[in-house]
């Protein structure tokens, strides 16, 4: 193990290993789960949110809530933590298991969008002229949902990482030698303190990330609300 230095930045691990290019490989696993999971979840949610909002007050409505109320009334991490431990520890389990308590949040935000929606003039009118549902919800409905949906896959990039290093750092997400930064910050807590540099940098590259996509989600928000005006 090296300390920080100009050939390395970041130090090396126990095993001689460049730490900032770990890092560097630990980022394109991440990013990867996160696209991967919203990519899943983002369709199934908004669905869901569409259909249940646009049939407020029915049997379907009452249904699809009410499910989703049972998965946002369980801490995330905690169902995540309980359905990977039924798994073997993997990169591909471990995106299962955050997909699972994801997909809610979106049909939330989808739902009380459509809610307020579907009294409108122009629903209405798409209403009158025979639109069928699929029209109204995916044609009239949903564009006015992307822009809060957009901004939330943003914010969410972040979220995602923490939960999927959280499962890394307790060893039920991705498992050696895929670097994930959950699990080099866990390996770096047995050389506290001596070898500081094997724990900080990732914690610190963690952070960064997550801060990045909250100002981005921000941005993109500000914008998006700008466009509208």
């Not at 369709?43 to 909002?53: D, R, S």
Request: net charge negative; proline share 6%; charged share 15%.
């Amino acid at each position: 193990m090296k300390e920080p230095s100009l050939q390395h930045p970041f130090g090396t691990d126990v095993f001689g290993r460049d730490i900032l290019s770990r890092i560097f490989f630990a980022f394109r696993y991440d990013l990867l789960m996160a696209i991967s999971i919203l990519v899943m979840v983002v369709p199934i949610g908004t669905v869901i949110g569409l259909i249940a909002g646009y049939y407020q007050g029915s049997l379907i409505d009452t249904v699809l809530m009410r499910i989703t109320d049972i998965f946002l009334a369980i801490p995330s991490i905690v169902l995540a933590l309980a359905i990977c431990a039924m798994l073997e520890p993997s990169l591909f389990n471990s995106m299962m298991a955050i997909s699972v308590l994801w997909w809610p949040w979106y049909s939330r935000l989808a739902y009380g969008i459509a809610r307020s929606l579907k009294n409108e003039y122009f629903v209405q009118a798409a209403e009158l002229t025979g639109a069928s549902t699929p029209h109204i919800l995916f044609r009239e409905i949903l564009p006015n949902c992307l822009s809060p949906i957009f901004t939330k896959m943003t914010l969410d990039v972040g979220w995602v990482i923490l939960i999927g290093s959280t499962l890394s750092f307790v060893g039920l997400g991705a498992q050696e030698p895929i670097p994930a930064l959950g699990s080099m910050v866990a390996v770096g807590t047995k050389y506290m303190p001596d070898y500081w540099w094997m724990t900080i940098f990732p914690a610190i590259a963690i952070a960064f990330t997550i801060l990045g996509f909250n100002l981005l989600g921000d941005g993109l928000r500000d914008m998006l609300a700008v466009e509208e005006v």
